[in-house]
């Protein structure tokens, strides 16, 4: 098993580009989450989904949009991109609300 | 809102001393509290998971309290080793299986 995967690893992006970040999980998990990671804040939850077609929004969803169409993946997209979104982005996911399984990350700029 | 706090924010100690870390959350109606480690550049290791109706968890050199009546969780290394230290970071979970971090607590253990 892979886990939970992100593509990509490193992403340098223009004001106002867009970008999807991809997170996949081959665990069969019903639950998947995507949370942003800034120096000396902790993660803060983007969006989350409790299974295939639904999202939610969590605490900072604000320019940023998600979509869940299969089970396995979970994908996060940045319209505009705006340099206030530079940030490493985790996505997890978990089989029920309990243990999540974190991916390695994907570290954003945006210049 | 849930709003989680880890003290201190950092931490250095000799190798073999042990570390005490300390978590507290606002709202006690939390579904478990869990404990993860971060290695710089790194994705998040879960260590512990505690259940709202635990006190304790324990692996290894590893013990976590639990003190939902006064919003408090402790992460306890026995005999710690350089190998410790990283930034260790505790989350209070909800029903939903939604995470609140805290800011973390980066540690440091010298030879």
């Known amino acids: 098993n892979a886990g939970v995967t992100q593509t990509p690893k490193f992403r340098v992006l223009k004001t106002g580009q867009s970008m999807t970040l991809l997170c996949a999980q081959d665990m069969n998990h019903e639950y998947m989450y995507w949370y942003r990671q800034d120096p000396g804040m902790g993660l803060r939850l983007i969006h989350y989904?409790?299974?295939?077609?639904?999202?939610a929004k969590g605490e900072v969803p604000d320019g940023y949009n998600v979509s869940r169409l299969k089970k396995q993946n979970f994908l996060l997209g940045l319209e505009s991109a705006a340099p206030s979104q530079t940030s490493v982005y985790f996505c997890a996911s978990s089989p029920r609300p309990d243990t999540q399984y974190f991916g390695p990350g994907t570290r954003l700029t945006v210049l | 809102k849930q709003e989680v706090t880890q003290i201190p924010a950092a931490l250095s100690v000799p190798e073999g001393e042990n570390l005490v870390l300390n978590c507290s959350f606002t709202d006690s109606a939390i579904y478990n509290l869990q404990w993860f480690r971060q290695d710089p550049g790194k994705g998040l290791t879960s260590l512990l998971l505690?259940?709202?109706?635990?006190r304790e968890q324990t692996s290894g050199r590893l013990n976590a309290s639990l003190d939902k009546s006064s919003g408090r969780s402790t992460l306890y290394i026995a005999a710690s080793q350089p190998g410790d230290s990283a930034t260790y970071l505790c989350a209070a979970t909800d029903s939903w299986g939604k995470l609140q971090f805290g800011a973390g607590t980066q540690v440091v253990v010298t030879p």
């Open positions: 505690i259940q709202s109706s635990q």
């Open positions: 989904s409790v299974g295939e077609g639904t999202t």
